[in-house]
């Protein structure tokens, strides 16, 4: 049985699920890259690793590519995401399976024109093909998708699944411990749609109501300039500490000694990785509802606290804030379910049986919840 994922470019976010695939295939397993990686992910560190045995480059030239188009349309099953169409036509024109995983559509407000302009694209290429299914890797995939027409009843729950780390909850929570005071921290480019500026203003409460905190920011960008002056202005210099961006491996360190992850994208945020590590690191989150990986990976006041406006953000900010049997018991539910329902080896022992089910019945029911149960709109 042969598996092919399609992406664009082989990185992190792919890493560990095509590991996992090629160990439960027997190595019947290719990764199909179609482009270069560019030099913004490069300089972020995406590509500093050597490519596994299973990567294809389809991008270096016509053989290649030939080869790459062969192997997709001679395999059982192949994942796709972002990349070129042309590479699956002529499988969905033979009536094949593929997965396509996407994130949610309307990212940003979108007029009608905009609406209609990409439905007829995505209509066009994929998702009017009954052999076509979608994997979404977002909570609001489906409803984007289905307010289209496409992917009716065929949508099903994916995500990223970045490598988990192996100290237990114990050595983690013993880490926290050493903390001596709330240990919070902000991760992301400093971009108008990840809104550092709230971070800004939670500092601002917790210090208004006397509460002893700090707050470490990982990232740079645009608005870094705007941010540090605010600091300045409202002497919060003393509370939050910048760092720019910094290695993954870096940003785990920070994470597992944090207390509490504060997630504060809006509906810009496609997934959101930052989410699966912190809860990884048994960070007690609140996070922004328009999050895509949120309506996946949170269930409000059992594993992470998820709110719809500021007054919220707040309100369960200062409850974290304020009880360490709070922050305890959700980083305790927040590691478990990275650790048992959603990571790489999860999505590898269950995609086999998941594709089989669909090829023969058209659905697939097998699993309640997780990753590749049926999404709810």
């Known amino acids: 049985m042969k598996i092919v994922f399609v992406s664009n470019t082989f990185h992190h976010h792919q890493a560990n699920v095509s590991e996992n695939l090629y160990e439960v295939t027997g190595g019947n397993y290719a990764f199909i890259e179609t482009e270069p990686m560019n030099s913004e992910r490069i300089n972020l560190g995406w590509g500093n690793f050597c490519l596994p045995e299973y990567v294809r480059q389809a991008w270096k030239g016509k053989?290649?590519?030939?080869?790459?188009?062969?192997?997709i349309n001679g395999a059982e099953y192949?994942?796709?995401?972002?990349a070129s169409k042309e590479?699956?036509?002529?499988?969905?024109?033979?009536g094949k399976l593929v997965?396509?995983?996407?994130?949610?559509?309307?990212?940003?407000?979108?007029?009608?024109?905009?609406?209609?302009?990409?439905?007829?694209?995505?209509?066009?290429i994929a998702g009017r093909y009954k052999n076509a299914y979608l994997l979404c890797a977002s909570g609001y995939a489906a409803r984007d998708y289905n307010s289209l027409g496409l992917y009716r009843g065929k949508t099903y729950k994916y995500g990223y699944f970045p490598e988990y780390q192996h100290k237990s909850y114990q050595q983690l929570l013993e880490i926290k411990k050493k903390n001596p005071m709330i240990h919070i921290v902000w991760v992301g480019r400093l971009i108008d749609w990840k809104h550092p500026e709230k971070a800004i203003l939670?500092?601002?409460?917790?210090?208004?109501?006397?509460?002893?905190?700090?707050?470490?920011?990982?990232?740079?960008?645009?608005?870094?300039?705007?941010?540090?002056?605010?600091?300045?202005?409202?002497?919060?210099?003393?509370?939050i500490t910048l760092h720019g961006s910094m290695?993954?491996?870096?940003?785990?360190?920070?994470?597992?000694?944090?207390?509490?992850?504060?997630f504060t994208s809006d509906h810009g945020e496609g997934w959101g990785a930052v989410l699966n590590e912190s809860m990884d690191s048994a960070c007690a989150v609140v996070a922004d509802n328009r999050i895509g990986s949120v309506l996946h990976l949170i269930k409000h006041e059992q594993n992470g606290l998820v709110y719809e406006n500021d007054g919220k953000l707040f309100e369960y900010l200062k409850c974290l804030a304020e009880s360490s049997q709070?922050?305890?018991?959700?980083g305790k539910a927040a590691y478990s379910t990275i650790h048992d329902e959603w990571n790489a080896k999860?999505?590898?022992?269950?995609?086999?049986?998941?594709?089989?089910?669909?090829?023969q019945k058209g659905y697939c029911d097998l699993y309640a919840e997780g990753v590749l149960s049926k999404t709810q709109i």
């Open 63 to 71: 053989k290649e590519k030939d080869e790459c188009v062969a192997l």
């Open 78 to 82: 192949v994942i796709f995401g972002a």
């Open 87 to 94: 590479f699956i036509a002529e499988r969905l024109k033979a």
């Open 99 to 124: 997965f396509v995983y996407s994130e949610h559509l309307f990212k940003q407000e979108a007029n009608r024109v905009v609406r209609f302009a990409k439905g007829v694209k995505y209509w066009l």
């Open 202 to 239: 939670c500092a601002e409460m917790l210090r208004s109501n006397g509460i002893a905190f700090h707050m470490d920011m990982i990232g740079n960008g645009a608005l870094q300039e705007r941010i540090e002056n605010s600091l300045h202005e409202k002497q919060l210099e003393d509370f």
């Open 247 to 262: 290695p993954t491996n870096k940003v785990h360190e920070y994470m597992e000694r944090a207390d509490i992850h504060l």
């Open 326 to 330: 709070l922050r305890e018991r959700l």
């Open 346 to 359: 999860m999505v590898a022992n269950r995609f086999i049986p998941f594709a089989q089910e669909i090829e």
